[in-house]
């Protein structure tokens, strides 16, 4: 079963053990449980590729289950986005479920405990209930309402169910132990009241089950073999479980719980509730906005779906929380857009350069490639004329011999073009330089074969010419807090650490061959980073977002 050459992680062991010991490999089926109440972020990610990956390596099912069991917080707008979120990360589900599905079942087993006695209805306050549970090192205090008579437990769930009681008037609660070392055995809720509109079942239900009592239940129904969850879970077992025990017949697979480490990435929050609040106080511009650690956020920022692939593997699965550098995620951005990415010209920081020597009224068509990465290599034509831009900052009017751009005196090849010359700087009235004139070397062009055209000099520069630019609105993205763990600041409120610098909107240049470039097309704007176009792009105005820089610029600022 296991791949040659590759070590198993302790999930996958888990399942060949399974299968060495007898279990039918046809039995096996997985599920990615997500609750809808909000976008998935980059912790789910790996999950998602956990469970959707071992489909793939075994060639059994994987479904998508909803746990949609609270009406409070759920929406179809979070159920639209998961799906969109899983599909474009190239995942097909096997069969589309929901805990709502189970509504029925759920309650028709919740009757049949209470009439074995294993379930009861319960009167107190939530605070009540809390205090008498006890604490992990004293035991709990039986409810008042413990030893109702199955009668009335059956009559007072039934007036729960038609909405006969406002929410929090009484819970249905399991009768475990109040004495268990596991405080969650200690008599479980598993329904409570709640008068709010499903986005699926509307107001056909008044009482909603908790999540420990559906989860297990849904995988049994599902006949899920091996349900993952992250290491917070792990206590939640022993009630899986037993729960599980209350309804299982031995003609059907029982599902496994096994858990594994969440992935924390730096810089970033990946709490929904945080996450809801950087969307509701305005820090970001909605869920998908590109600084947010969504998978939304991350497709709109620029990342491919194989970037974030490659990046859940190499974190691999483990059985310890941990935090990762974010410098990881953007490494597979560079590694898998080098390979896919055209190469353009774009200049962000425009500074005029105008060769003295060039006919005026002259212009030609430069051929560059569009990616040395490719196999086969193609090309495009670039236009190239007398009046050029530069980024400012290749340009000094006096540097040291380890500054191997222009400068005045000296000499830089123009990416595809020809060697230039600095002769003057022209100044406004402040002293800033606002022109540059140089001269050229008509035989250096690149790729003609001259002796001149193979002359060697430090500095290769881009640009693009002025006559046939195209200005557009490039969005540069950075981490959207200025430390790696916003949300363990002791008592400091996370928001006090969002980087004022993580959004800067500019306006550039670029050359023209992309004028017809779509939303979500990749390029690598040479010597910069890697962009793509964003969907608030329109035929009267190119909008780029900066996926990530060439090289991180965060490892020095962290040393």
């Known amino acids: 079963m296991a791949e040659e050459g590759k070590s198993l992680n302790f999930i996958e062991h888990i399942i060949e053990n399974d299968l060495k010991e007898g279990f039918s490999k046809d039995e096996l089926r997985f599920r990615f449980p997500p609750e809808p109440n909000g976008y998935l972020h980059i912790g789910h990610a790996s999950s998602i590729c956990l469970n959707f990956g ?131 055995m200690r008599d479980p809720i598993m329904y409570r009241i709640l008068h709010k509109a499903h986005h699926r079942t509307n107001n056909d239900w008044c009482i909603y089950p908790m999540y420990d009592w559906t989860h297990g239940e849904s995988d049994y129904i599902e006949q899920v073999s091996h349900s993952f969850c992250t290491l917070e879970f792990a206590m939640h077992r022993e009630l899986y479980e037993w729960f599980l025990d209350q309804v299982y017949t031995s003609s059907k697979v029982k599902p496994k719980q096994r858990e594994f480490a969440r992935r924390n990435l730096s810089h970033t929050v990946v709490s929904k509730r945080k996450l809801l609040r950087l969307v509701e106080e305005g820090v970001v511009n909605g869920w998908d906005d590109p600084r947010m650690p969504t998978i939304s956020g991350l497709k709109r920022r620029g990342y491919t779906p194989e970037s974030i692939k490659n990046f859940a593997d190499t974190i691999g699965i483990a059985k310890r929380d941990n935090l990762i550098d974010v410098s990881l995620l953007e490494f597979h951005a560079r590694e898998d857009l080098n390979k896919k990415a055209p190469r353009i010209m774009g200049v962000l920081d425009p500074l005029k350069i105008v060769i003295t020597n060039y006919p005026e009224n002259q212009e030609e068509l430069l051929e560059a490639e569009n990616n040395p990465e490719e196999e086969v290599l193609t090309f495009r034509e670039v236009p190239f004329s007398r009046e050029l831009y530069i980024e400012k900052e290749d340009f000094r009017e006096e540097a040291n011999r380890k500054f191997f751009r222009l400068k005045l005196g000296g000499e830089v090849r123009l990416k595809n073009a020809y060697i230039i010359k600095a002769e003057k700087a022209i100044k406004d009235d402040l002293g800033n330089v606002i022109e540059v004139h140089c001269t050229y070397d008509p035989l250096s062009k690149s790729g003609s074969g001259t002796p001149e055209s193979q002359r060697k000099v430090k500095g290769t520069l881009h640009w693009v010419s002025i006559k046939h630019a195209i200005e557009v609105e490039v969005r540069q993205y950075d981490r959207l807090f200025t430390v790696a763990e916003p949300d363990r600041q002791g008592e400091k409120d996370f928001l006090e650490f969002i980087n004022p610098e993580s959004l800067k909107i500019i306006k550039g240049f670029i050359e023209p061959s992309v004028a017809s470039a779509k939303e979500g097309d990749h390029f690598q704007f040479q010597r910069l980073g890697y962009f793509n176009i964003d969907p608030e792009s329109n035929a009267e105005k190119l909008v780029f977002n900066k996926t990530v820089g060439l090289r991180d610029t965060w490892a020095k600022l962290d040393q």
Do not use: C
């Open 54 to 184: 071992l489909g793939e390596k075994y060639n059994a099912p994987v479904n998508l289950r909803f746990d949609d069991t609270n009406p409070a917080k759920e929406e179809q707008q979070f159920v639209d986005a998961i799906k969109r979120d899983v599909e474009w990360l190239g995942y097909q589900w096997d069969e589309e479920r929901y805990a709502s599905d189970y509504f029925d079942q759920l309650y028709q087993w919740a009757i049949e405990l209470i009439k074995q006695g294993k379930a009861y209805v319960d009167s107190q306050t939530s605070e009540e209930i809390a205090t008498q549970k006890g604490t992990p090192t004293t035991p709990g205090q039986e409810s008042p309402f413990r030893n109702r008579t199955v009668e009335e437990n059956l009559e007072l769930f039934e007036q729960m169910k038609n909405g006969d009681f406002k929410e929090g008037e009484h819970v249905l609660r399991a009768k475990i132990d109040m004495k268990a070392s596991n405080m969650l």
